[in-house]
């Protein structure tokens, strides 16, 4: 066999590689659009829903949730950002089904049992995040807003004959500008859900330690304090909120990776690749060094 034959041998694989990529990528796309054309046909439902939390706080203040159009086109998009959330919402699992399809047959039987159930939590996460955002997170924030309206109160005799007229700044929200904010609460919340899914598959490839992350707690707090003014709107109680979470959700990876450290220790030491003496003789020498 020439050269060439082997360079178009090598080659054929990688060519089948991408077309099947192209093909999954193609399912993916094609289910998001159906997911997105279902959804924007329900778009109001589904927006009626989103506007829950700012409706029961405009409740207890006893006035009324109407949100306003202040474009002509606005409301089109509106049904168009309801359908993009809804239609990928709808058409993750089988997005992550087709990614998976694509990555399972380049593993081996250990490698399979060990990412599946990644796979699974990741959506988990998500929808935990976005949950807590949506029923906890949001109600708290929008109380806060609106807690700087000011209504008018019956004016005061300025001079004699006349009254200063009341000062009303209450809420006429727009529903586009409502609704980003939402979505920003729910993708934000479940994307920092993720940090223990993922913290704990980089231990598990070992590119992250238990010993390691809790060594950069400091430089965590503040990482985390930085993405809490970032993805947030500029009021404390959210941000304290998404920190606490956040950092807890640190701790609980720290955990996570420990335990799979010790898993893959007592794995080791049944195939026989730890030698307990040397250990600790090891562990002897450096109490030494220490004294």
Not at 206 to 216: F, M, Q, T, Y
Request: aromatic share 12%.
């Amino acid at each position: 066999m020439t050269k060439t034959d082997e360079i178009e041998d090598s080659s054929a694989p990688l060519i089948e590689h991408l077309a099947e990529l192209r093909t999954r990528l193609i399912h993916c796309v094609v289910a998001f659009l159906i997911g997105m054309i279902i959804c924007f046909t329900v778009a109001t439902p589904i927006f009626n829903f989103l506007t829950h939390p700012l409706c029961d706080v405009l409740a207890e203040r006893g006035q009324d949730c109407d949100l306003i159009f202040i474009s002509p086109q606005e409301g089109f998009f509106v049904a168009i950002k309801v359908s993009l959330l809804g239609g990928f919402i709808l058409a993750f699992p089988y997005i992550g089904m087709q990614m998976w399809r694509f990555v399972a047959p380049g593993l081996y039987r250990s490698e399979k049992n060990a990412f599946l159930p990644f796979m699974v939590a990741s959506p988990f996460m998500f929808l935990l995040g976005a949950s807590f955002a949506f029923y906890v997170v949001t109600p708290l924030a929008y109380d806060f807003f609106l807690g700087f309206q000011q209504f008018g109160a019956e004016g005061e005799a300025v001079t004699e004959g006349t009254t200063a007229a009341p000062l009303s700044v209450v809420f006429q929200g727009s529903a586009q500008e409502y609704l980003n904010l939402t979505i920003k609460f729910i993708v934000a919340f479940g994307l920092c859900f993720q940090l223990p899914v993922l913290l704990t598959l980089m231990g598990k490839a070992g590119l992250v330690s238990a010993e390691g992350l809790g060594s950069v707690r400091k430089y965590a707090v503040v990482a985390i304090l930085v993405l809490a003014a970032l993805v947030t709107p500029p009021d404390v109680i959210t941000q304290i909120i998404l920190f606490v979470v956040v950092y807890g959700l640190y701790e609980v990876s720290i955990f996570l990776v420990a335990r799979v450290e010790r898993k893959r220790e007592k794995q080791l030491r049944a195939d026989g690749y730890y030698d307990d003496e040397e250990e600790a003789d090891e562990e002897i020498i450096r109490e030494e060094e220490g004294k």
